[in-house]
């Protein structure tokens, strides 16, 4: 790596840390990275992230972004990407969270993977499905460090593929139960539909869209590993909140999870 690209590197990591830092979203960092190299950006996320560990937080899982074409187009993108869960983004269902932990959070409903064997270098659909403990319902809160959600590929890499937190169900459903591709979700906001989708979104099915992650983490040297929580994208569009209330995703067969959102101080109740 030149030194201008290293130099381009840090000033979008103190970029993004002091909008996660002050709750005040910045202007994109694709003015550094350039709106191509996805390599950078994913050297931002991993400077970032490596500087949460440091400071005592710690690693759970992987989320994948961007597998929706829904979401593609709301964004303006055109690949998949994805980003590290940590322990303190992990909530459990009926969680109340205040909105004031995020900057501009959007909610989608996804099902979580949860391994119970390490995935190998190569890893195919086959051995996504044979290493899945159980899948659980989920809602992502997705949000962006860049002002107004204006971002392209290597402002989303570089921003932790625009992660925010994750709410988790409790029932564990194992994947021989369930035909993922083509079960149906609903994500409703005071009793009403506001985004709905089906588990073929995901690249055509959630595991499809788990061996797409793990190819891409093992040739980057992080494979995933057993124990560790996989979000395998969203099922339909992503829906912005902009005020304290509660949301539930239902998903056909598996159940469903909620999330309320509240004007109170940082805080809340993780898993």
């Known amino acids: 790596m030149n030194a201008r690209v290293?130099?381009?590197?840090?000033?979008?990591?103190?970029?993004?840390?002091?909008?996660?830092?002050?709750?005040?979203?910045?202007?994109?960092?694709?003015?550094?990275?350039?709106?191509?190299?996805?390599?950078?950006?994913?050297?931002?996320?991993?400077?970032?992230?490596?500087?949460?560990?440091?400071?005592?937080?710690?690693v759970v899982?992987?989320?994948?972004?961007?597998?929706?074409?829904?979401?593609?187009?709301?964004?303006?993108?055109?690949?998949?990407?994805?980003?590290?869960?940590l322990d303190d983004m992990v909530f459990g269902?009926?969680?109340?969270?205040?909105?004031?932990?995020?900057?501009?959070?959007?909610?989608?409903?996804?099902?979580a993977f949860v391994l119970g064997a390490d995935l190998p270098n190569g890893a195919t659909v086959v051995d996504v499905l044979r290493a899945t403990d159980f899948v659980l319902p989920a809602i992502e809160i997705v949000d962006s460090r860049v002002a107004d959600w204006n971002i392209r590929i290597t402002d989303t890499v570089a921003d932790n593929a625009s992660s925010g937190a994750l709410v988790l169900g409790t029932r564990p459903v194992k994947l021989s139960e369930v035909d993922l591709a083509g079960l149906g979700m609903v994500l409703e906001h005071a009793g009403e539909p506001i985004?709905?989708?089906?588990?073929?979104?995901?690249?055509?099915?959630?595991?499809?869209?788990?061996?797409?992650?793990?190819?891409?983490?093992?040739?980057?040297?992080?494979?995933?590993?057993?124990?560790?929580?996989?979000?395998?994208?969203?099922?339909?569009?992503?829906?912005?909140?902009?005020?304290?209330?509660?949301?539930?995703?239902?998903?056909?067969?598996?159940?469903e999870v909620r999330v309320g959102f509240t004007a109170g101080p940082d805080g809340g109740k993780r898993a």
């Not at 994948?64 to 709301?74: D, H, K, Y």
């Not at 269902?93 to 099902?111: H, T, W």
């Open 93 to 111: 269902d009926r969680a109340e969270i205040p909105l004031d932990r995020f900057c501009q959070p959007r909610v989608e409903g996804e099902v």
């Open 6 to 58: 290293d130099a381009a590197i840090d000033t979008a990591v103190s970029r993004l840390q002091r909008a996660e830092r002050d709750r005040t979203p910045v202007q994109p960092v694709r003015e550094f990275l350039g709106e191509d190299d996805v390599d950078a950006a994913y050297e931002v996320q991993r400077r970032i992230i490596s500087d949460k560990v440091a400071s005592g937080a710690r």
């Open 195 to 255: 985004s709905t989708g089906v588990g073929a979104a995901c690249l055509g099915s959630p595991a499809v869209a788990v061996a797409w992650l793990a190819q891409e983490v093992a040739r980057r040297s992080e494979p995933l590993r057993a124990g560790e929580v996989v979000l395998a994208g969203a099922w339909g569009p992503m829906v912005p909140v902009t005020a304290p209330g509660s949301y539930v995703a239902r998903f056909e067969d598996i159940g």
């Open 61 to 85: 899982g992987r989320k994948i972004g961007l597998t929706s074409e829904a979401v593609q187009r709301q964004l303006g993108v055109d690949r998949p990407d994805f980003g590290v869960l």
